[in-house]
């Protein structure tokens, strides 16, 4: 069965980086066909896909974030981080990290982080 | 890039069936996920590549795709269905993960 968990500062500062790590136990992140992948959701709000690594180490973004996202291995650690620039109260929300199978659905989930944005 | 429509919400009596549609420009060629999501917790998926259902989903969950329109369909609604269920497709051109509006299912 995998895991996964996501730690990381739960209040931002506006402008400042937003970075969060997830923790994946079950599977290795660098030998199997998969998107490690994080989605977020804002409070009272729908699920946002934001980015993922693929187990090769190639990367893809939501357009509208692209400019903003780093998304990267710690393949010593088995883990995978996010790195969310220039936060607004807009990136306030529900942080999750998964495993999606490639072009297809969400198999596991984290159970997310809320991280808030504030002045 | 794409986007995904459901209605925001539905509601359904107890043992009767809950449809809940998801839109997007000729969704039919591509493969539709729905998801559970309980207050709190995270996303289960109930439906896969169009109508598949993992281990462990009741066979009350199905759903379909053709056209423009996916749907996915709960029989005999029961009070632990309540939810919001969201699709989610593939946009193949960005390759990122879709995910629509969200439908809230009340059961009455």
């Known amino acids: 069965q995998v895991q996964l968990q996501e730690s990381g500062p739960g209040l931002v500062k506006p402008s400042e980086t937003l970075s969060l790590t997830c923790a994946v136990s079950g599977d290795s992140v660098n030998s199997d066909p998969y998107y490690w992948s994080w989605i977020r959701q804002s409070p009272g709000k729908g699920l946002e896909y934001i980015g993922h690594?693929?187990?090769?180490?190639?990367?893809s973004y939501n357009p509208s974030l692209k400019s903003r996202v780093t998304i990267s291995f710690d393949t010593s650690k088995n883990q995978f981080s996010l790195r969310l620039s220039s936060v607004t109260a807009a990136d306030t929300a529900v942080y999750h990290c998964?495993?999606?199978?490639?072009?297809?659905?969400?198999?596991?989930w984290g159970q997310g982080i809320l991280v808030t944005v504030y002045s | 890039s794409y986007v995904l429509t459901q209605p925001p919400s539905v509601s359904v009596a107890p043992g009767e069936t809950a449809r809940i549609s998801c839109g997007g420009n000729n969704i039919g060629s591509k493969g539709v996920h729905w998801y559970q999501q309980k207050p709190g917790q995270a996303p289960v998926v109930v439906i896969y590549?169009?109508?598949d259902r993992p281990s462990g989903i009741p066979e009350r969950f199905s759903g379909s795709n053709s056209g423009n329109t996916a749907t996915l369909t709960i029989s005999r609604v029961e009070a632990g269905d309540e939810a919001d269920y969201y699709c989610q497709v593939w946009d193949t051109n960005n390759d990122f993960g879709v995910f629509g509006p969200g439908t809230k299912v009340t059961v009455l």
């Open positions: 998964a495993r999606t199978t490639v072009v297809g659905p969400v198999d596991f």
């Open positions: 590549y169009d109508s």
């Open positions: 690594i693929f187990y090769s180490g190639s990367t």
